[in-house]
């Protein structure tokens, strides 16, 4: 029962600021590169953050600036910080990773059902 778990989203005025996780099931080896995705009403998803393994990020440019991924290897968790937010990262956020399962370094890639932010007054 490999999965990735997305949690934090919500509703948010603009401005505010927001933290998202995805958790990976405890029993993977370790989360190799990841990346936050989000899709908005009759949008395509789109790529916002990615991070490597040894912690290279790079952001979308509508959020550059803004946003922040993260990860905690002993907690199996990567973050996304959304600081200054805007009606405009109204969307469902997605948590994809490249999962180590073990110690064979080969690894698979796995989708989180998402978690909606919504950006409101």
């Known amino acids: 029962q490999v999965q990735l778990v997305e949690s934090g989203g919500g509703l948010v005025q603009p401005g505010g600021s927001l933290r998202l996780s995805c958790a990976a099931s405890?029993?993977?080896?370790?989360?190799?590169?990841a990346g936050w995705y989000r899709q908005a009403p009759g949008k395509e998803r789109e790529l916002v953050a990615s991070i490597t393994s040894v912690g290279t990020t790079n952001y979308a440019d509508s959020v550059k600036g803004r946003f922040t991924i993260s990860r905690d290897n002993a907690k199996k968790t990567v973050f996304l910080q959304m600081n200054s937010l805007k009606p405009e990262d109204t969307a469902v956020y997605y948590c994809?990773?490249?999962?180590?399962?073990?110690?064979?370094?080969?690894?698979?890639?796995?989708w989180g059902k998402g978690t909606l932010v919504t950006v409101s007054s």
């Open positions: 405890r029993s993977i080896f370790s989360i190799n590169a």
């Open positions: 994809n990773a490249d999962l180590i399962l073990g110690r064979i370094p080969e690894g698979m890639d796995y």
